[in-house]
């Protein structure tokens, strides 16, 4: 009947006992009115850090938006600039058109009315 004892692994007996032990203390600590307290107190900090941060969130898109706006903007202009210049360019070269137009009909007048 000892044999049977001595054949037992007590270092694993004591580790299962331990662990039931301080599993049903862990679970009546967990279970009582100081934890509670304390998952209150904890819940509550979580909640205002939240809305720190919903503010933080709120603050950075407003301003991403006001960039975005911003940035659109300076677009636009941009495009209205090179729009006018390129309109510019093409009178300024049909005023050199009709200049050089104007010039050789008055050159073959003159020499028509030299003839």
Known sequence: ???????????????????????TAGIKALASDDAKKLYTNCTAAVLRAKETVMNTVTTVQENAEDIYEGAKQINEERAEAKAAA??????EAEEETEEETTEEVGAEAVEEAAE
């Open 86 to 91: 390129e309109f510019a360019e093409e009178a």
């Open 1 to 23: 009947m000892f044999e049977c004892l001595t054949k037992i692994n007590w270092k694993k007996v004591g580790l299962f006992a331990s662990g039931t032990l301080f599993g």
